[in-house]
């Protein structure tokens, strides 16, 4: 006869069910905060993606429109009107990015505001007006480069493409000219 007692048995059976149910529960529990914290991460980069994209679109509208009035010789849009356009785009971005890209930010803004403003001759001693004011709008693209990298290393974006495997280059890659005149002057040679 065993030396198990009668309950015995059906204990070790609901302490296994037990232990799997437990097991199966913290596995779909871990599998849903997985999967909300990616689900979050993603949502994180896409509005401060569109909030960055948003603002660049609006600046680079405003520069070229500036630089359209200055080569037309006409003045330059209104401040106020300037800032009814760039509010909303910049106040995302205020909201939403980091400092760095903050600060990116506002120093284009600030330059596109000064160069909405008044251009005072009295403001830069020995400068004519409209040579400071074209000196300004060549700095444009210059801040706008700084605004850009800080969005690049806040997003994690790389301006390197991968690195492959040499081995799948070399079967992929097209054979260049100088590759195709060396075949051809090998087939030529063969006749």
């Not at 204990?11 to 232990?19: E, K, N, P, Q, T």
């Amino acid at each position: 006869m065993s030396q198990i007692p009668w309950w015995g048995l059906p204990l070790i059976a609901v302490v296994f069910a037990l232990g799997g149910a437990a097991t199966a529960h913290f596995v779909t529990a871990r599998d849903e905060i997985v999967r909300s914290r990616r689900k979050r991460t993603r949502r994180w980069y896409e509005e401060r993606k569109d909030a960055y994209v948003g603002l660049l679109a609006v600046f680079e509208r405003d520069t070229y429109r500036l630089r359209a009035a200055y080569d037309a010789g006409s003045k330059p849009a209104p401040a106020l009107a300037y800032v009814d356009e760039v509010g909303p785009a910049l106040m995302r971005v205020r909201l939403l990015a980091s400092g760095p890209v903050r600060s990116a930010a506002l120093a284009v803004h600030i330059l596109l505001q000064r160069l909405h403003g008044e251009m005072n001759p009295a403001a830069v001693s020995g400068v004519q007006p409209q040579i400071h004011f074209r000196e300004l709008l060549t700095q444009v693209p210059l801040v706008m480069q700084q605004f850009e990298a800080a969005i690049r290393e806040e997003l994690g974006i790389e301006t390197e493409p991968p690195q492959s495997n040499g081995r799948v280059r070399f079967l992929t890659r097209k054979p260049a000219l100088d590759d195709l005149e060396d075949i051809g002057q090998d087939l030529s040679r063969e006749r």
